[in-house]
Nanobody, 125 residues
């Protein structure tokens, strides 16, 4: 079973950029699985942020990040990235990655896993 490690989070100001990475510390990404980024703010449920298919030619984004975030992957390196630009205070959360499935038109945390430990992103106003 793949084990994932997220990195790249930090404390930044509004309007800044960060690039998150998610690497497989053991195992590998599986064919035909999506890789997804989710985030969880204190007191809130884990929510979908972005996803990318195995071939990298299909990407989906939550409306709240569309146009600001870009997901990409390097299957040879078993790594997926999330480039986050124009960060806002409401982007503050712990960001997690996992592999899973798209069910219908939605990406649900329940259909993704196993989860890494996450990386904290804090955006100050």
């Amino acid at each position: 079973q793949v084990q994932l490690v997220e990195s790249g989070g930090g404390l930044v100001q509004t309007g800044s950029s960060l690039r998150l990475s998610c690497a497989a510390s053991s195992g590998r990404f599986l064919n035909n699985y999506y890789m997804g980024w989710f985030r969880q703010a204190p007191g809130k449920e884990r929510e979908f942020v972005a996803a990318i298919n195995w071939g990298g030619d299909v990407t989906d984004y939550a409306d709240s990040v569309k146009g600001r975030f870009t997901i990409s992957r390097d299957n040879a390196k078993n790594t997926v990235y999330l480039q986050m630009n124009s960060l806002k205070p409401e982007d503050t959360a712990v960001y997690y990655c996992a592999q899973g499935f798209k069910i219908g038109l939605q990406y649900r945390a329940a259909h993704f896993g196993p989860w890494g430990q996450g990386t904290q992103v804090t955006v100050s106003s």
